[in-house]
């Protein structure tokens, strides 16, 4: 089993979405497993059906969250090198075929979130950055072609 990275942030985010799927969602697909169940005969009740249903979805993500959270290791920032490319980064990037500047934060891949520009440290992308400093110019092996960022700076 590996361990999973993650940030103090992303840890709270995964602990307070198995409390919501143990304490909220879990109660709330039980009371609609005893209202189909109440309606009679359940071999031919749809909504009972789609009740435990729901409810085995629900057990299974709970058994995931509760796994990746025994396995994480929390990332303090203080210490990882500051000036390098590691999980928890911030680093502005210039895509030189272009001329774009953007940003993105390096995360674990249970964190990522790409509309909120934050990329897996196991992403190509995340994989070129690993270890850069600011200044050095990185390749990203994409389909249709090769990529190439400029690291213009690195925060926390």
């Known amino acids: 089993m590996e361990n999973i990275y993650l940030s103090r942030k992303g840890y709270e985010k995964l602990t307070e979405e198995l409390e919501n799927l143990k304490m909220v969602k879990r109660r709330g697909l039980s009371k609609a497993i005893e209202e189909a169940r109440a309606q009679g005969d359940i071999s031919e009740n749809a909504e009972y059906d789609a009740a435990k249903e729901a409810q085995a979805?629900?057990?299974?993500?709970?058994?995931?969250?509760?796994?990746?959270?025994?396995?994480?290791?929390?990332?303090?920032?203080?210490?990882?090198?500051?000036?390098?490319?590691?999980?928890g980064a911030k680093v502005k990037l210039k895509d030189l075929a272009l001329g774009e500047e953007f940003e993105y934060t390096i995360v674990a891949e249970e964190e990522a979130n790409f509309d909120e520009g934050k990329i897996s440290l196991s992403s190509?992308?995340?994989?070129?950055?690993?270890?850069?400093?600011?200044e050095e110019i990185v390749e990203v092996k994409a389909p249709s072609r090769i990529l190439k960022y400029k690291i213009l700076k690195i925060s926390r």
């Not at 979805?57 to 509760?66: D, F, T, V």
């Not at 190509?124 to 600011?134: D, N, T």
Request: glycine share 4%; charged share 45%.
């Open 124 to 134: 190509p992308v995340g994989q070129a950055l690993l270890g850069r400093k600011e």
């Open 57 to 87: 979805l629900n057990e299974k993500k709970i058994a995931e969250l509760e796994d990746k959270l025994s396995r994480s290791r929390i990332i303090d920032d203080e210490d990882i090198p500051k000036d390098k490319v590691f999980i």
